[in-house]
């Protein structure tokens, strides 16, 4: 039943929410230079996302990049109004077509988080091999259940699932990786092998967050400075060793606005994250933040 009135739920509120007067709210705030729209990608269609920066364009905001956040948050440059910058984890082959030529047609800043284990052996992304075993061999392993479980336990059946599944590539390579590091594409770490961060132990995390940085700058020649939690994981413990890394940002997955009150948290940004399966309008509802509000209004009141 449940199922039934998300279902519902998820045709119906885009609509509602559109013409509800919220988004409006939320674009006159950025006017007035109250906020800066966080938004993230995965691995989204080349129309998904070319229709997500044409909307952007359309209310007349101009996109920002990490560095020119970066200036914002030291106070080198002023706090914009109707500003919004796009971020995207994991680095997909998909991604160069999709979503680096649609940038650079539009000429605007993206920064793409790399997880380094996959562009450099070649495989599948390990929560893929996860979602095969589910949909063909009826396994019970799940992102959520691997949550609950220690790194090493995960990586155990990581390893079990890549032994006897044959994935192909989904990462781009490192000579695709250079080949877009350059004008308003930028690139920063995602880990090695994208685990939860929570659940390493100190030497797993620090491995992880070091590791991916000097791989990175070793493969492109170049300074990576900025860096994106994996899952959203991530404690004080992370926060310092990304510190200590010579990162002078990070990015979190939490749901909320950059303000120039939270700005200067510069190792916990928040993000509003694009769901690639979800219609336009719906995205629009989340990367404009009144899609959250409304859904914790709702749970709040036990309405789903």
């Known amino acids: 039943m449940k199922s039934i009135i998300r279902k519902i739920i998820e045709f119906f509120l885009p609509f509602y929410l559109i013409n509800s007067g919220k988004i409006n709210k939320v674009i006159k705030n950025a006017a007035e230079g109250k906020i800066i729209l966080s938004v993230f990608f995965h691995n989204p269609s080349k129309e998904l996302f070319e229709s997500i920066v044409k909307w952007f364009l359309d209310k007349e905001f101009h996109f920002i990049s990490a560095d020119d956040l970066y200036e914002i948050s030291i106070h080198k440059k002023a706090f914009p109004s109707k500003a919004v910058i796009f971020t995207v984890d994991d680095g997909w082959k998909e991604n160069k077509e999709n979503l680096v030529a ?27 091999y996860l979602k095969y075993s589910q949909e063909t061999l009826g396994t019970s392993h799940s992102v959520a259940s691997l949550k609950k479980q220690s790194d090493s336990q995960r990586k155990n059946i990581v390893s079990q699932l890549e032994s006897s599944i044959e994935l192909p590539r989904e990462a781009m390579t490192i000579d695709e990786l250079k080949s877009i590091n350059n004008g308003k594409i930028s690139l920063g770490a995602h880990t090695l092998s994208h685990p939860f961060l929570v659940n390493c132990s100190n030497e797993d995390s620090q491995k992880e967050i070091f590791s991916s940085k000097e791989k990175l700058e070793n493969w492109l020649g170049t300074k990576v400075e900025t860096f994106a939690y994996p899952f959203g994981s991530f404690g004080e413990r992370e926060i310092e060793y990304v510190k200590s890394a010579g990162f002078k940002m990070a990015f979190s997955t939490v749901a909320d606005y950059i303000t120039k009150e939270n700005i200067g948290a510069l190792y916990k940004l928040p993000r509003f994250e694009i769901i690639e399966h979800a219609s336009l309008k719906e ?14 209004l709702m749970k709040k009141n036990k309405s789903i």
Not at 118 to 127: D, F, K, L, R
Not at 283 to 296: L, Q
Request: aromatic share 12%; proline share 5%.
């Open 102 to 128: 649609v940038a650079n047609k539009y000429n605007i800043p993206v920064s793409i988080f790399i997880n380094t284990d996959p562009i450099e052996n070649g495989n599948g992304y390990w929560v893929s």
């Open 283 to 296: 995205n629009i509802c989340r990367m404009t933040g009144v899609w959250d509000e409304t859904i914790n």
